[in-house]
């Protein structure tokens, strides 16, 4: 996989710290405000906790971007045999544009996809209560890796993104190094509360992240081109 895509999806998990949080700050105030009054002066403590449940929810991003990557590559090989890869691409430009118009606040229907994966958190979120009250890593963790399903609008873009990387393995790389790059600010808020929050929502923060997207998207086909087409020289040259 090239470097360049690895890249990007830290900076795109970093960018949508303020997203994140608006979806799981409030899970990770419910964490720790269940956890026992003694848990700072455990060896632990409740920056371990917080780690634990964000490892959990890396956890999970990461199988679902091995199994979008895993039923694109099947996808593609089935309607485009030749010229897939070049069309995964494009596909994958695309929706980082639009992931960055979302996060500069230019397209605020994106969050209508969040809708396709209500069904399924319904399934899944009765299985998080059982852990609470989290008084142990285990019970972060497990936690960590139920929420990680929920519905949201960037995460699930992050997929689609996933479902166009080639394969499994691309796909659960990409979406493992977003979960990286979300982990600073979903550490922070965790360890602060609402004093992260107070910085993040200004509207020059996002609209900035949103253009730093936009362009590694727009850019990333020009990128790729070169390095293809030199691969592509060198193998015709091989033939004559």
């Known amino acids: 996989m090239e470097i360049i895509n690895p890249l990007i999806a830290f900076n795109l998990g970093l960018f949508s710290t303020l997203h994140c949080l608006g979806m799981c700050g409030g ?43 895993f ?26 544009i639009l992931i960055g118009l979302h996060l500069a606040g230019w397209l605020p229907k994106l969050r209508l996809i969040e809708a396709s994966g209500l069904r399924l958190w319904q399934l ?11 008084n142990n890593l285990s019970k972060a963790l497990m936690i960590g890796m139920v929420w990680g399903w929920l519905p949201c609008a960037l995460v699930y873009s992050a997929m689609l993104w996933s479902l166009a990387s ?3 393995w691309n796909g659960a790389l990409l979406m493992f190094v977003f979960g990286l790059g979300t982990l600073p600010g979903m550490m922070t808020a965790g360890l602060m509360g609402n ?24 850019a990333s086909p020009f990128i790729y081109t070169v390095p293809h087409q030199h691969e592509h020289g060198q193998e015709h040259h091989s033939r004559i």
């Open 27 to 69: 899970i990770i105030g419910a964490l720790s405000l269940s956890a026992p009054a003694n848990t700072d002066a455990q060896p632990v403590g409740r920056a371990g906790l917080v780690f634990a449940y964000n490892i959990g929810r890396v956890f999970s991003y990461t199988l679902a971007g091995a199994i979008a990557g």
């Open 71 to 96: 039923f694109g590559e099947h996808l593609m090989a089935i309607i485009m045999p030749d010229s897939g890869h070049r069309a995964l691409q494009f596909i994958a430009a695309v929706i980082l």
């Open 124 to 134: 899944i979120q009765p299985a998080g209560r059982r852990f609470f009250p989290v």
């Open 166 to 168: 080639g394969n499994a």
């Open 195 to 218: 004093r992260l929050l107070d910085v993040l929502k200004q509207k020059a923060f996002r609209t900035w992240a949103g253009v730093i997207i936009i362009l590694f998207g727009a």
